[in-house]
């Protein structure tokens, strides 16, 4: 209960801040424009952040959190180097499409200027997944003796851009479901790289 | 002659506004800093944009209109369904990496405030683009008779994913050359969505 409750505003702050971040841009949202958002005095906003600087890294940081939690630790439960990729694919776009999360989770792909030291840090994590992504598509590979000329680099990024690009076009009234999207791209992938 | 001399200024404006846009991002960017970096008067830029709105704009139509000019209307030429699929992947990465261009490209892949109407022109020709790729997939899937499973529309997503995330991690001087991401890229989606 304590730690809830010491972290939830947080979490409120962060999502509040995203969605005006890409509402109205970055650079045109103040530290006023957040603490009004959420009917906070000024006070109370820095007493949870310093900076704008600071609130886009926790941002980006609570995205690769996100990652981690709803993505890797599931995956690397689960047995099997093929149920794994498959397991990885479906739930990487559920965090994509999710509605929630998406106000934070498309911040990673904006490139908006943060302190070389803080960008460092959320470039290192994003470097981290990709790793584990290609790992993962090379065990599948072994594991199937695939023939492919395809390299799990090549793979883990192609598998990445259709899967992250998901926001760019996903409208959740549209033809493809969710699950739609699911299923057909694990089909792609799996014939495409790693048949 | 005629012509170039007056197209010129225009399309060095549109990719030092792009390339301010990205430094310093948009909404920090003003009229006066563009002229400042083109060493023109405030008034010299006014005559040929006369808003940030109007800068805007010109770069993402010149990406659509770059897009149009060394991709669909090259492909247009090429004879054969398959055929003209492998040129459109390779030629659309070799927008995507041209260094000349990646000014202006990278702008069509973010979500900056847009009049609603001048937006509307913009999407139309993003979604005319998907479309193009769409029919010639479905060409591609009909001449090979192939069993795919996978839609048209969910393999003309994927295959723009691909392609278009690449500006987030391809670097020049990094072990995957262009030549390779193209080869690659190809063997994924011939054999993930065509196959």
Same mark, same amino acid.
């Given at each position: 209960?304590?730690?809830?409750?010491?972290? $939830?505003?947080?979490?409120?702050? #962060? /999502? @509040?801040?995203? !969605? *005006?971040?890409?509402?109205?841009?970055?650079? &045109?949202?103040?530290?006023?424009?957040?603490?009004?958002?959420?009917?906070?005095?000024?006070?109370?906003?820095?007493?949870?952040?310093?900076?704008?600087?600071?609130?886009?890294?926790?941002?980006?940081?609570?995205?690769?959190?996100?990652?981690?939690?709803?993505?890797?630790?599931?995956?690397?439960?689960? $047995?099997?180097?093929?149920?794994? #990729? /498959? @397991?990885?694919? !479906? *739930?990487?776009?559920?965090?994509?499409?999710? &509605?929630?999360?998406?106000?934070?989770?498309?911040?990673?792909?904006?490139?908006?200027?943060?302190?070389?030291?803080?960008?460092?840090?959320?470039?290192?994590?994003?470097?981290?997944?990709?790793?584990?992504?290609e790992?993962?598509?090379?065990?599948?590979?072994?594991?199937?003796?695939?023939?492919?000329?395809?390299t799990p680099r090549a793979?883990a990024?192609?598998?990445?851009?259709?899967?992250?690009?998901?926001?760019?076009?996903?409208?959740?009234?549209?033809?493809?479901?969710?699950?739609?999207?699911?299923?057909?791209?694990?089909?792609?992938?799996?014939?495409?790289?790693?048949?």
């Amino acid at each position: 209960m304590h730690r809830e409750t010491t972290i $939830e505003p947080r979490q409120e702050i #962060l /999502r @509040t801040a995203a !969605r *005006l971040f890409q509402q109205q841009g970055y650079d &045109a949202t103040s530290m006023n424009d957040v603490a009004a958002a959420l009917r906070l005095s000024k006070g109370g906003l820095y007493h949870h952040f310093q900076s704008k600087d600071e609130i886009l890294f926790h941002i980006l940081s609570h995205a690769m959190d996100i990652t981690e939690e709803r993505v890797i630790n599931v995956v690397r439960k689960v $047995e099997g180097a093929e149920q794994r #990729l /498959r @397991t990885l694919i !479906r *739930l990487h776009i559920e965090v994509v499409l999710s &509605a929630e999360d998406r106000e934070i989770t498309v911040m990673l792909h904006e490139n908006h200027p943060l302190p070389p030291a803080l960008r460092r840090k959320i470039n290192a994590r994003k470097k981290d997944y990709v790793h584990f992504v290609e790992n993962l598509i090379a065990d599948v590979q072994r594991q199937r003796s695939s023939l492919s000329p395809v390299t799990p680099r090549a793979a883990a990024f192609a598998l990445l851009g259709m899967i992250n690009w998901l926001y760019q076009w996903y409208k959740p009234e549209g033809a493809l479901t969710g699950a739609d999207i699911v299923q057909q791209f694990t089909e792609i992938f799996f014939r495409g790289a790693a048949g």
